[in-house]
Structures are given as structure tokens and as C-alpha cells.
């Protein structure tokens, strides 16, 4: 079946330390993004990456650094700059950017902080 | 900056009560407008995509409409299964040539048998 896998599904993250979210489609799809969920707010863009080896930031990327070295895969690291880290972390993907195209979700990423 | 604002925020129906749930944006130049369901904990889950006033799309008990500052989410006739938080988004495109897509904060549906 073709989708879109994040791990973990939760995640522990210490003061100080770096954490890395996976996330992983088989799609095809060209663009995929990173996007964090508060309660009460609406999902906002921390990275959008367009094609392999490129990546642009979103509205809240600082504290957060992606890559995009294979096609199917762009993990995100929440790194200790990130001062408010606790939010479900939701990855997408669709099949470009330059198209009026859908974007389709993974099942998400719960970060906590101990 | 583009602007999506859905109402209301939470909604009670008994099975089978049918009601509509509201998304009205400003945007420039939308390019589609997108219907998701969310379930407690999980990712969204893609429901219709609409394009240009007057369109209408229609899966199941749910059909969405759209005109030049609005767009509707009909749920006839109800079901809990159909309990969910259910978000729209717009996507516009902006000075650097992004399709960028702009969420609001979602109507929480709950159905009651």
C-alpha cells in the first residue's frame, strides 16, 4: 500500500538534547513538508522541500533543521534551540508544488518533553 | 497574509440531525480550496479538494460547496462514526512562486446516538 510512515509515533525529548523525527513515503510524490499542531491553532509550515537536495523554511523554522537527501525521505530534527518543542508533528506530501495539488498526511509524531 | 476562518468551533448533533459546518477564507488568487478529517491523535485524512465557486463534491453522508469567500461542509444525516475534527485549508500562491497552503483551527464534530 502506498503511504506515508512517520516514527515514532511518540517521542521523549530531555533539555538540551536533539531529536530526530522520521518520515518516510513511497507516493512518488516530488514535495513533502513538515507541519506542527497545537491545540486551538491551525497547523503551521516549519519546512517544505520541493526535490531531492533542496529544502526551504516555513513560518516557524527556527529550532528546526531538515534534510532531503532521498526522494522518499525528509527527517526533521528538533534541535535544543527549539524552546517550546511539545506539539504533534505532522509530515505531508504531494506531487508538486508548482500544480494545485493535494497534500496527503502521515499519521503523526507526538513529541514530549521530559 | 491569507486567512481561513472556520465555524463553529465545536458542534453536537444527534444521529441523523443534519447541519453544515462554515470555512470562509480571503486569499489571493486561491488556487484550491481542501476539506480534511482529523480523528483524535491521528494525521488528517484528505477529503475533497475544490477549485472554483460553485463546485460541489460529494462522498457519502458528507458534500462540500464552495463560492468566491466560502465554503460549506454538509453532513447529512449523521453517524458517530462520522464524530471528528474536520479542518479546511486554503492554497494560494505567494511572491516566491509556492503553492502555500493556509489550515484553520477546525470545527470539532460530535455526534450522539
Known amino acids: 500500500d502506498g503511504g506515508i510512515t512517520q516514527s515514532p509515533k511518540y517521542l521523549f525529548r530531555k533539555e538540551g538534547q536533539n531529536v530526530t523525527l522520521s518520515c518516510e513515503q513511497n507516493?512518488?510524490?516530488?514535495?513533502m513538508y513538515w507541519y506542527r499542531q497545537d491545540p486551538g491553532q491551525g497547523l503551521r509550515l516549519i519546512y517544505y522541500?520541493?526535490?531531492?537536495?533542496?529544502?526551504q523554511k516555513g513560518d516557524i523554522a527556527e529550532g528546526y533543521s531538515v534534510s532531503r537527501e532521498k526522494k522518499e525521505s525528509f527527517p526533521l530534527t528538533v534541535t535544543s534551540a527549539q524552546k517550546n518543542p511539545t506539539a504533534f508533528y505532522l509530515c505531508?506530501?504531494?506531487?508538486?508544488?508548482?500544480?494545485?495539488?493535494?497534500?496527503?498526511f502521515g499519521p503523526g509524531t507526538r513529541l514530549l518533553v521530559l | 497574509e491569507d486567512q481561513v476562518t472556520q465555524s463553529p468551533e465545536a458542534l453536537r448533533l444527534q444521529e441523523g440531525e443534519s447541519s453544515s459546518l462554515n470555512c470562509s477564507y480571503t486569499?489571493?488568487?486561491?488556487?484550491?480550496l481542501f476539506w480534511y478529517r482529523q480523528d483524535p491523535g491521528k494525521g488528517p485524512e484528505f477529503l475533497f479538494t475544490?477549485?472554483?465557486a460553485g463546485e460541489e463534491k460529494e462522498k457519502e453522508r458528507l458534500k462540500a460547496t464552495l463560492t468566491k469567500k466560502e465554503s460549506f461542509l454538509h453532513i447529512t444525516a449523521p453517524k458517530p462514526e462520522d464524530s471528528a475534527t474536520y479542518l479546511c485549508a486554503v492554497q494560494a500562491l505567494n511572491s516566491g512562486g509556492y503553492q502555500k497552503v493556509t489550515f484553520g483551527t477546525g470545527t470539532k464534530l460530535q455526534v450522539i446516538p
Open positions: 475544490l477549485y472554483s
Open positions: 507516493l512518488n510524490h516530488d514535495a
Open positions: 522541500s520541493q526535490i531531492v537536495n533542496d529544502f
Open positions: 486569499v489571493s488568487g486561491l488556487r484550491g
Open positions: 505531508a506530501s504531494s506531487p508538486s508544488t508548482q500544480e494545485e495539488e493535494t497534500q496527503y
